[in-house]
């Protein structure tokens, strides 16, 4: 007959090994989430945050967004040299936080 003390640290062991297995996967990108649980460690996950300097032409507007009922910003920040986004990769970024007008 398995003790109860027996149980529950067998329990808690198994937890401790699924919650750690879970970890490593979320890291190595097997399980979704790695970046709300690098937010949750406070890890960063960009690697240098760029200067002021470092970006060339910026767009800015305004447009209403059926998804969020209402009136939202983008911007388009082009890398210094360039004019015009023609023939340049392109990265879409989609931010929570909304800009004061």
Same mark, same amino acid.
């Given at each position: 007959?398995?003790? &109860?003390?027996?149980? +529950?640290? %067998? /329990?808690?062991?198994?937890?401790?090994?699924?919650?750690? #297995?879970? =970890?490593? @996967? *979320?890291?190595?990108?097997?399980?979704?989430?790695?970046? &709300?649980?690098?937010? +949750?460690? %406070? /890890?960063?996950?960009?690697?240098?945050v760029?200067s002021? #300097?470092? =970006?060339? @032409? *910026?767009?800015?507007?305004?447009?209403?967004?059926?998804? &969020?009922?209402?009136?939202?910003?983008?911007?388009?920040?082009?890398?210094?040299?360039?004019?015009?986004?023609?023939?340049?990769?392109?990265?879409?970024?989609?931010?929570?936080?909304?800009?004061?007008?």
């Amino acid at each position: 007959m398995v003790s &109860r003390r027996t149980l +529950l640290l %067998g /329990a808690l062991g198994s937890a401790v090994l699924a919650a750690t #297995g879970s =970890v490593v @996967a *979320i890291e190595d990108g097997a399980l979704p989430g790695r970046i &709300r649980l690098a937010e +949750l460690m %406070g /890890a960063c996950e960009v690697d240098a945050v760029p200067s002021p #300097g470092t =970006v060339g @032409a *910026i767009t800015t507007g305004r447009f209403t967004s059926s998804a &969020r009922q209402r009136e939202v910003g983008w911007s388009l920040a082009l890398p210094p040299g360039h004019a015009a986004p023609s023939g340049l990769p392109l990265a879409l970024l989609i931010s929570a936080r909304v800009a004061p007008h």
